[in-house]
């Protein structure tokens, strides 16, 4: 057999792994039980729950990467991307998941990139990423891609996708070798939270250069840690049905915009299925979390069509036929238009002299 070489360290993948359970710090009946959130209760979930051991490493690896850019007086996106889990076990058997993808966070990191921003992207582990999108994920298998060489002794890029791979390897090559890309994964929601306020905290360095571009699907509701039991729930003790009693988490956006990161332009995406409440519950985050814009987008079209919601109106962003039959992503529509959104609000903010 061919001895088989480790894999390559990536120079965008991060070291941490977020997706093995924490299973040390299982079931701790200590933990106050976590009161339902109203608006004034934000900071509890923070107060009464752990924060991931690997915090500290991400910390410095954040801080050196916006030093960096902040050096080079580069603006800085940060992208979350992907969906959120709710474990029902501390040895996480079951969980709760959505069906989110990562396509519109990892498709939206590479045009922030391909127009001069640097990039965190804070993602689920094993989602899309930027670049490798376009070969994972797919109904084929990388292994596709690939052809025998002539004389059948190497496998070599199959010719069909040469063309489209050079072009996309340049752009992977380039984001890389200049640091402009940094990966910060999460898989629960916990985690998400935690790492999103850490994150926020320290782009304040950066000022009005930072954007926030929240693409990630957050579940709305949790298993507080009070009560997550510690190994797999047993049938045999539950008698024939699962009950599983979930608390609403809190919406942190607020605590976003109002205190973490409060002189950042922040986007939000609203995802709803039934079209007729989208623009309303998208001109309700607005009003809600008074930051610059909600990108209201359905389940179903959310790929072809989405509405801009400002406190001065609602525009569409729509593919057109030729579009869609060309696979134009939508994004590469979405993030110049953000970015123009981002110089004005700056330009705005320096003129009131703040
Ligand atoms: O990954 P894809 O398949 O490409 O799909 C992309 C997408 C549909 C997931 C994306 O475009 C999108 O809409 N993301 C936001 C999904 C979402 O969480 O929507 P929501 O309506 O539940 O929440 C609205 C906003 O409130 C979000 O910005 C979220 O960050 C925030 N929120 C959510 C939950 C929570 N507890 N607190 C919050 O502040």
């Keep these: 057999p061919v001895p088989r ?15 093995a359970p ?40 954040v801080a050196d990467f916006l030093n960096f850019h902040n050096k080079r007086h580069r603006k800085v996106a940060l992208v979350t991307s992907g969906g959120t889990t709710v474990p029902l076990e501390n040895n996480t058997v ?15 990191a590479e045009y922030f990139l391909e127009n001069g921003y640097a990039v965190i992207f804070l993602h689920r582990e094993f989602s899309l990423l930027p670049y490798s999108r376009h070969y994972s994920h797919t109904g084929n298998s990388f292994l596709d891609y690939l052809k025998l060489s002539d004389d059948g002794s190497k496998v070599e ?20 070798k200049n640091n ?16 999103l306020k850490l994150v926020a905290q320290e ?34 003790e539950i008698g024939s049905k699962l009950v599983v009693d979930l608390e609403p988490v809190p919406k942190f956006l607020r605590r976003l915009v109002d205190s973490w990161a409060p002189i950042a332009m922040i986007v939000s995406f609203k995802l709803e299925t039934d079209n007729t409440i989208l623009i309303s519950k998208a001109r309700g985050a607005l009003k809600r979390y008074n930051h610059q814009l909600v990108i209201g987008n359905l389940l179903q079209t959310r790929k072809k069509k989405v509405v801009f919601v400002t406190p001065a109106g609602e525009r569409w962003i729509e593919l057109t036929p030729d579009q869609i039959k060309d696979n134009v992503d939508i994004e590469s529509i979405i993030v110049p238009e953000i970015i123009k959104l981002h110089s ?5 903010r320096q003129r009131m002299g703040l």
């Design 94 to 108: 079951r969980f709760i998941d959505n069906f989110s993808a990562g396509t519109r966070g990892a498709s939206s």
């Design 203 to 236: 782009m304040s360095v950066m000022g009005y250069d930072a954007l926030f571009y929240l693409a990630a699907a957050v579940s709305d509701f949790f298993l507080p840690s009070s009560r997550i039991p510690q190994h797999k729930i047993q049938s045999k």
């Design 157 to 176: 890029i199959d010719d069909k996708y040469q063309k489209e791979m050079f072009q996309v390897y340049k752009k992977y090559n380039k984001a890389t």
């Design 5 to 19: 070489p480790s894999p390559p360290s990536s120079p965008v993948l991060s070291k941490v792994h977020t997706s």
């Design 22 to 61: 924490d299973t040390k710090a299982a079931i701790d009946r200590s933990i106050p039980e976590f009161p339902a959130a109203t608006p004034i209760d934000e900071d509890n979930y923070f107060r009464l729950h752990k924060s991931p051991p690997y915090l500290s490493q991400i910390s410095s690896d």
């Design 180 to 195: 402009l890309l940094l990966m910060v994964p999460f898989t629960t929601v916990h985690q998400y939270l935690f790492t």
């Design 344 to 348: 004005q609000w700056i330009s705005s």
